[in-house]
């Protein structure tokens, strides 16, 4: 019995360290747009970048992904494949590069909780850097266009919001459930910034009214949208095996506003 309990008590404990998305790698491993790695300075870090070009003809508008409190999953990529299905290339930087164990990134931490510890903990000044080198990397690709956007989910929803205060080269700003910036700082934003929000996630979407009264002032476009019945994270959680129905209804409809945004980019 004290045997059963103790394995038990392990398998727990992977489930909880290691959260299963091997639906997502299989659908990587499946995909047939070309996938690569590649690394940018950040003054003097090196960021690890996942990157996913389109199969198209022509050049592509280049959207910056922030990931989730989570880091850089498999999920997360998985999602980058998906827009690059629909014709637009991703730039994905781990923004745990050099933060893990013996300087690895998000794939080096295999303790949920310490990952969501380790991506609450970085430096705001650093996750500027960082988002600003991958931003500069993603405009210079030659099969780009010339034209950013920014997205970001949950932790990486914020920060999207709020890297629109410190890049104004971006063409436009995806909120997927995160919360705003110091309404002093909307000021600086020079793009329209679309949200996207669960309406069982009061956490965040409480924020919205105030967010909308401070971009309202500051002359800024906002443009929120919430979902009634999904909950936090609901464009992964609505593509996960066995999803709610709310969950997969945001997701299906939050995706398809996403990709009629971008055609006006």
Not at 225 to 231: E, K, L
Request: net charge neutral.
């Amino acid at each position: 019995m004290k045997r059963l309990l103790q394995l038990s008590c392990l398998l727990l404990l992977t489930c909880l360290s290691l959260p299963a998305q091997d639906w997502a790698q299989a659908r990587l491993d499946k995909s047939p747009r070309h996938q690569e790695w590649v690394k940018v300075k950040s003054g003097s870090r090196e960021v690890q970048c996942f990157v996913v070009y389109p199969e198209v003809k022509d050049k592509a508008t280049t959207i910056v992904m922030i990931h989730e409190i989570f880091g850089l999953t498999d999920w997360a990529r998985e999602m980058a494949d998906e827009l690059a299905a629909e014709g637009y290339i991703v730039v994905e930087p781990d923004l745990l590069s050099g933060m893990g164990p013996n300087g690895g990134g998000s794939d080096s931490i295999t303790n949920q909780s310490a990952t969501t510890k380790a991506v609450s903990m970085l430096p705001p000044d650093q996750v500027t850097s960082d988002l600003t080198a991958a931003a500069n990397y993603a405009a210079d690709i030659p099969a780009g266009n010339g034209k950013v956007v920014v997205a970001g989910f949950c932790w990486g929803g914020g920060q999207s919001f709020r890297f629109a205060t410190n890049n104004k080269n971006l063409k436009a700003a995806f909120v997927f459930y995160g919360t705003p910036p110091n309404a002093d700082d909307m000021k600086n934003i020079a793009c329209p910034v679309y949200g996207f929000y669960g309406g069982n996630d009061a956490r965040v979407t409480a924020t919205v009214p105030k967010a909308a009264d401070g971009m309202k002032a500051a002359g800024k476009t906002y443009e929120p949208v919430t979902y009634d019945g999904a909950g936090h994270g609901f464009m992964r959680a609505g593509e996960t095996p066995g999803a709610s129905e709310p969950n997969q209804k945001a997701r299906n409809a939050a995706f398809q506003r996403w990709l009629e945004l971008l055609k006006k980019i």
